[in-house]
């Protein structure tokens, strides 16, 4: 503002001719001759104010103040400031503190503002009058806020010795409004117009009501009504007219009251004017009929004008009512019923009532201002999204007083929001009863659009009080997630029409379809605001339980991982009695690698899924990315069915179903079982966060693309390069993907396996593409790098002569080869799904160096049980791509098949490998039981089933050991301590492992079953505290070893044992305690391979009396037990060997 300044003037006369010449060019009528009176005028109104407080100082005239024009203010006044004539700086300071600790003050600049107060913008005509006022002098037209105004003061000249200034929230030039803190000086004297020379001819509310019923002679007058402003509407504007209502009654609150509509544009300044308490004159009324009702209301006239009731100048007009009343009293007509209002509140569902009252208090914060939630007196929350506001939201802000007339009380409406919140209908009324002193706050200044997404929900939508503050909280959380780098709040709160949807309210669609039921009705002002009993979208209200949340990607991943180290609890891992026989290094190793899977209904309320997918070049996966960070995600667009479409990059993904996967990787040094608990010992924790969805259950929506680059990089754009010297034609290409490789930082390679497909080269030209040469990639004739400005499309089928697809499973021919020990090819690709999941480390179990396990169940047509492979992946390809979790269906492509030395078959990456996930582990972990088979059937070789059930008995025991060795290298422990020396084993803690080996038969066949640990004692028949009890007795030896040869037992041990324990033991393994029937869950010793031939049966002498058979007996299976379960029909087994 200092452009519009005097200067500093040195004297009274460089200030009063500054003066003369703002006055002469701002405020005198434009062309003509110089208005002495007027200046001087002025000057004197100037004066007078500035006297008048007393603070003068010995200065007749405010040589520091300058004059400003409504368009220097608009122009230059960037910032909210405040001026306030013949005010000290310590009246300043004084009232800069009533700002309170949050709030800012406004600035103090010393400016004159002088103009015509007016309801006309610019242009005179009646027609551009909708209630507001404003400022005028011969350069334009500005805003302003009055708190008491008085009508006479309309068209007058005036100075404004203390107002304030709020430049534009939205920056546009031109913008802003002023707020009169005082009363403001006329320049020239008013016109106090006289009373009525007679008193003039009045009905009160009473006779009026009457007037409306009843048919008589005097319907067609236009009467006068007197009487005391009761209370009255807010000013609503609709597309054709504005209006509002005021209700006029007796002396006594009970008595009859009257409505009136004001619509008429010149009048509807009066709802400024209005104060509530005081008596009023309404003249030269006329009866209107409003559309589809059945009643008449009282509305104003072009020439009506609003006075104040003086008894003196009024007299009551005698009317004669005669006739048939036309309609009833329109206090008491029914309302209509609603669909809602038929509905009968059940437990899940009460319907409450608001309650109606008055309130004055101060707004302490801004909640959210285009939604019009604020907070009031630090207690309440205030919704004025129920009435248009647009108008009072540039004034309502922290420090602003507001009176409240008939707002509606609603408490517990849920939703998040706990506090009673207090909302005006249409029917109240807003009252300002003071400014702020504070500046506005600028967090929400920005995203205020003059028809926002908010209104059109109330208004539009239809939406209750509850709902509405659940979604201003879901729109918020949403902005700070997506704006202002992905998208611009403007774009993102835009009033949503049907060729231009609104972002936000296509995100929150699905939730609004079930929440808001079909059929509502809209919302009727004229009965809203007449009719009684009172009905409104306020009336009623239900709790609403919060549906769901938007949370920021940053949170979810961070929550994700909170809730897995919560829940990671070793002693779940590995549960007794299991833990309690496992090496340190084998303890580790089962740590070393976990999951969990959280689904959103793990979440209070479920969250909802929402990102910008863009890809990863870092981490070599897709992405989902908002303002908070990002997170990786896994996408199929159905099951079985990969993602393939580049056009969903760069899109806005909305997801509700989805699973956020936590895979937590655990270094630890564990010393047994018995330090489970003690977290000392987890010396690094790590986790993989990402989520997996499928496309059908997601919403894909299109966002803007000059806005994507901020969202989906955080590097600045590349500058274009420049075009090389000559034409340059811009060429696009058809190329067919037949495999690809591993993501490697540079991969050059072709592998000697891959097919010579010819992919052509096209140019595109005019309307249509010519072949050009072919461009042979196959062979590594050439290599093309993908360039940065590339765009890469997906083509049409027609365009492609053979795609090739994923076989999801594998033809019998296939896995033939892949269990045989032909080496042709020995790169492979299948479909498999993971049954577990393994971190190794080097050293445990024939492991070389760091490396993953992966056993998976192939997925084969013909046969009954899937075979079981093992797939390792070492480094440089860890960690291992996303979705590898156990129940989890994946093809992987060009595996390296090898056979170890005990010639089972395992595959292995390598750099061409590529993985794909088919279908994600389901949502429920429901563990399928075991098949129940006979043991023969075992004998088909690699279409026997890996694991299964079968119900045996045991014939004989062939060996039994019991051995107590040491944690940490495993070896023997007599009175339970290392004996290794040099070098010492860091822990003297020792674990008790045992193991037993049965021969079983169930009549069809024969197997020899191995069973270790916890498992032994179940096949010994003893409680766990008989169990213990045997494994101190071996403590001190170290080492128990009974093989069962004949008749007898020959002891094997570390150390003298006592004859008893090894009666014991040799009695016990020949009872019957142990020679018992039982259900036997098993997996094969080693998994199906056709490079060992299965061994042919043999013949086998036997005696019966003494007559002898010689028949061929099946070799025995070799099995591992899982579980043991006891008989429940100890007579079923021998009914079955009967029968066989």
Not at 738 to 757: D, G, I, T
Request: proline share 9%; net charge neutral; charged share 20%.
């Amino acid at each position: 503002m200092a452009g519009c300044r005097s200067g500093a003037p040195g004297s009274e006369q460089a200030w009063l001719e500054v003066a003369q010449a703002f006055i002469q060019e701002t405020l005198c009528p434009p062309g003509k001759e110089p208005d002495v009176q007027l200046a001087q005028l002025v000057i004197d109104c100037v004066k007078t104010t500035w006297l008048s407080q007393g603070t003068s100082q010995g200065l007749t005239l405010p040589l520091s103040y300058s004059f400003v024009s409504v368009k220097d203010l608009r122009t230059h006044q960037r910032l909210p400031c405040c001026s306030h004539l013949s005010w000290s700086s310590t009246v300043y300071q004084a009232w800069a503190q009533e700002a309170g600790p949050r709030g800012v003050p406004l600035p103090r600049e010393r400016l004159l503002l002088l103009g015509t107060l007016t309801d006309l913008s610019g242009n005179l005509e009646q027609e551009c009058r909708n209630g507001s006022l404003y400022i005028r002098d011969n350069t334009g037209a500005l805003d302003c806020e009055l708190i008491d105004l008085d009508l006479s003061w309309l068209g007058h000249f005036f100075l404004f010795p203390s107002w304030s200034y709020l430049p534009s929230p939205m920056k546009s030039p031109g913008e802003g409004h002023v707020e009169l803190w005082g009363t403001p000086v006329p320049v020239f004297p008013l016109t106090i117009s006289p009373g009525p020379l007679t008193p003039i001819p009045v009905v009160y509310p009473e006779m009026a009501s009457r007037l409306l019923r009843y048919r008589s002679k005097h319907r067609n007058v236009q009467p006068n009504l007197a009487g005391n402003l009761i209370r009255f509407s807010a000013l609503v504007k609709s597309q054709k007219k504005a209006y509002f209502v005021l209700f006029l009654g007796g002396s006594s609150p009970a008595g009859t009251q009257v409505s009136v509509i004001v619509q008429v544009p010149a009048q509807l300044v009066w709802h400024r004017a209005l104060c509530p308490g005081r008596a009023y004159v309404l003249t030269e009324l006329r009866v209107s009929k409003l559309p589809g009702h059945r009643y008449r209301v009282w509305m104003t006239s072009t020439s009506s004008q609003l006075l104040p009731l003086k008894p003196e100048c009024v007299r009551e007009l005698e009317l004669e009512l005669a006739g048939v009343p036309l309609e009833a009293d329109p206090q008491s007509l029914p309302r209509p019923s609603s669909p809602q209002d038929k509905k009968r509140p059940g437990p899940d569902c009460l319907v409450r009532d608001s309650i109606l009252l008055s309130y004055t208090g101060m707004v302490t914060d801004t909640l959210n201002q285009p939604a019009g939630l604020y907070e009031l007196d630090r207690k309440l929350e205030l919704c004025l999204a129920y009435q248009q506001f647009r108008g009072l939201r540039r004034v309502v802000r922290p420090g602003v007083r507001l009176e409240l007339q008939d707002v509606h009380l609603l408490q517990s409406v849920g939703g998040g929001t706990r506090r009673p919140i207090l909302a005006p209908c249409l029917r109240g009324a807003v009252l300002l009863r003071g400014f702020s002193h504070q500046v506005p706050e600028t967090q929400f200044s920005h995203q205020v659009p003059q028809a926002s997404l908010y209104e059109q929900l109330v208004w539009e939508h239809q939406l209750g009080l509850p709902i509405y503050l659940w979604v201003t909280k879901a729109l918020e959380d949403l902005a700070c997630k997506l704006c202002p780098h992905v998208l611009r709040y403007h774009q993102f709160l835009k009033y949503s029409s049907p060729g231009d949807p609104s972002l936000g309210l296509q995100i929150l669609a699905p939730i609004l379809e079930v929440l808001i039921p079909p059929g509502c009705p809209g919302r009727n002002t004229h009965s809203e605001i007449l009719e009684e009993p009172h009905h409104c979208p306020l009336q009623k209200y239900t709790q609403l339980q919060t549906p769901c949340f938007f949370p920021t990607l940053a949170f979810l991943k961070e929550e994700a991982k909170r809730r897995a180290w919560a829940s990671f609890d070793p002693k779940t891992l590995l549960p007794l009695p299991e833990a309690s026989h496992l090496p340190s290094w084998q303890l580790n190793q089962r740590l070393a690698w976990s999951w969990q899977c959280l689904l959103p209904s793990a979440f209070c309320p479920a969250p909802v899924l929402l990102g910008i997918l863009v890809p990863s070049s870092r981490k070599g996966c897709l992405r989902l990315r908002d303002q908070s960070g990002s997170l990786s995600c896994l996408l199929l667009a159905q099951p079985l069915q990969p993602l393939t479409d580049p056009r969903l990059i760069g899109c806005l993904v909305r997801a509700d179903r989805f699973q956020l996967v936590i895979e937590r990787n655990v270094r630890s040094s564990f010393p047994s079982w018995k330090e489970l608990s003690t977290t000392d010992f987890i010396q690094k924790k790590q986790a993989r966060v990402y989520v997996q969805f499928l496309l059908a259950d997601a919403l894909i929506l299109s966002v803007p693309r000059p806005v994507l680059h901020s969202a989906t990089s955080s590097t600045p754009p590349r500058t274009e390069p420049s075009p090389p010297e000559g034409p340059h034609i811009e060429q696009s290409r058809l190329f067919l993907l037949s495999h690809k490789e591993a993501l490697m930082k540079r991969n050059f390679s072709v592998p000697p396996s891959a097919s010579s497909e010819t992919l052509m080269l096209f140019e595109e030209g005019g309307s249509s593409c010519v072949s050009q040469h072919p461009l042979e990639l196959a062979g590594c004739a050439s290599c093309l790098t993908v360039q940065d400005e590339w765009t890469v499309e997906l083509a049409s089928s027609q365009d492609i002569p053979e795609v090739l697809g994923i076989r999801p499973t594998l033809p019998e021919s296939s896995l033939t080869d892949l269990l045989s020990g032909n080496f042709a090819d020995s790169l492979v690709s299948f479909s498999a799904e993971i049954v577990s999941h393994l971190w190794m480390k080097p050293g445990s179990s024939g492991a070389v160096r760091r490396c993953v396990k992966l056993t998976v169940a192939l997925e084969t047509a013909d046969y009954k049980f899937p075979p079981h492979l093992d797939v390792y992946i070492e480094d440089p390809h860890l960690p291992p791509p996303l979705g590898l979790l156990p129940g989890a269906r994946v093809y992987f492509h060009q595996l390296e098949k090898r056979v170890s030395r005990s010639h089972n078959v395992y595959c292995c990456f390598r750099s061409s490998t590529c993985v794909q996930v088919l279908h994600f582990p389901p949502d429920t972990t429901v563990s399928a039981p075991l098949p129940h088979i006979y043991l023969a059937e075992l004998l088909q070789g690699d279409k026997a089933p890996f694991r299964a059930t079968a119900s045996c008995h045991v014939v004989s025991v062939f060996s039994l050991h019991l051995l107590w060795v040491c944690a940490h290298c495993t070896s023997i422990c007599p009175q339970g301590r290392c004996p290794r020396q040099s070098p010492a084993c860091p822990t003297q803690t020792s674990v008790s492992q045992a193991s037993i080996r049965l021969l079983v038969e169930d009549g069809t066949a024969e197997a020899v079953v191995t069973c270790r640990n916890h498992q032994v004692a179940a096949v010994l028949g003893l409680c766990p505290s008989e169990w213990t009890s045997l494994l101190e007795f071996v403590r001190g030896p170290g080492k128990v070893a009974l093989q069962f040869t004949g008749p007898g037992a020959q002891l094997e041990s570390s150390a003298e044992v006592d004859e008893p324990l090894t009666l014991f033991l040799w009695t016990l393994c020949t009872s019957f305690s142990v020679l018992r029937p039982m259900v036997l869950s098993f997996e094969l010793e080693r998994k199906p391979s056709k490079i060992i031939p299965l061994e042919a049966p043999r013949l086998q002498r036997f005696q019966c009396g003494e007559s002898p058979f010689l028949t061929r007996v099946n070799p025995k299976i070799r099995l591992s037990c899982l579980f043991i379960q006891e008989h429940e029909h100890p007579n079923a087994l021998g009914a079955l060997v009967s029968s066989c």
